[in-house]
């Protein structure tokens, strides 16, 4: 991606730079598997080297009890009650915690919470 070719002066944004390097840590776990399932122990290795390497660049990740308190917040900021409105939560902690919150466990948290 090119973000100076495609208009942008500036490079990247903070958020399109976070997604880059998420996508770079993705492509890396996934060639640990495929390096595992060959034998090929070294290469595996290196991949979680380089995995490491990337996550410093990262923020750093919210623990599972931040992100039960950051929902919590969120619903009441937004008074919601029913589990229709779980789409309006994430929504917003995805616009609040984006590159820091993992927001599979975010989302099992606002539907044991809006059930």
């Given at each position: 991606m090119c973000?100076?070719?495609e208009g942008e002066s500036e490079g990247l944004?903070?958020?399109d730079l976070v997604r880059m390097l998420?996508?770079?840590?993705?492509?890396?776990?996934?060639?640990?598997?495929?390096?595992?399932?060959?034998?090929?122990?070294?290469?595996?290795e290196r991949e979680a080297e380089e995995i490491e390497v990337l996550e410093r660049f990262l923020p750093p990740r919210?623990?599972?009890?931040?992100?039960?308190?950051?929902v919590e917040q969120v619903?009441?900021?937004?008074?919601?009650?029913?589990?229709?409105d779980a789409g309006k939560v994430i929504a917003k902690l995805k616009e609040r915690f984006n590159?820091?919150?993992?927001?599979a466990t975010a989302k099992r948290h606002v539907?044991?919470?809006l059930h």
């Open positions: 973000a100076r070719e944004s903070d958020e998420q996508d770079m840590i993705e492509h890396r776990r996934e060639e640990i598997h495929r390096c595992e399932n060959a034998a090929k122990i070294e290469a595996a919210m623990s599972e009890q931040e992100i039960g308190v950051a619903i009441a900021e937004m008074t919601a009650t029913k589990l229709k590159g820091q919150m993992d927001f539907c044991r919470r």
